[in-house]
């Protein structure tokens, strides 16, 4: 099962909960901290990579389309 970063509308928490999809789009998550499920999503970027000065290159950037974490 996935994991969401979902927030509780009622006591303004966020918490990180293991639920199938199913569960999630029908509102059937209940917030561990007071009970209620007016649960929102939380969207989070993704981390970023920068490569280092004296980081080399990938070595299989023939198979990975530079799309690594070494490609900067």
């Given at each position: 099962?996935?994991?969401?970063?979902?927030?509780?509308?009622?006591?303004?928490?966020?918490?990180?909960?293991?639920?199938?999809?199913?569960?999630?789009?029908?509102?059937?998550?209940?917030?561990?901290?007071?009970?209620?499920?007016?649960?929102?999503?939380?969207?989070?970027?993704?981390?970023?990579?920068?490569?280092?000065?004296?980081?080399?290159?990938?070595?299989?950037?023939?198979?990975?389309?530079?799309?690594?974490?070494?490609?900067g």
């Open positions: 099962m996935p994991y969401y970063d979902l927030f509780c509308k009622a006591c303004g928490k966020e918490h990180n909960i293991s639920a199938t999809m199913t569960d999630k789009s029908a509102k059937r998550i209940a917030c561990p901290e007071c009970g209620s499920r007016d649960m929102e999503t939380v969207f989070k970027s993704p981390p970023a990579f920068i490569k280092a000065k004296n980081a080399p290159d990938c070595p299989n950037r023939h198979v990975c389309g530079a799309g690594c974490r070494h490609a």
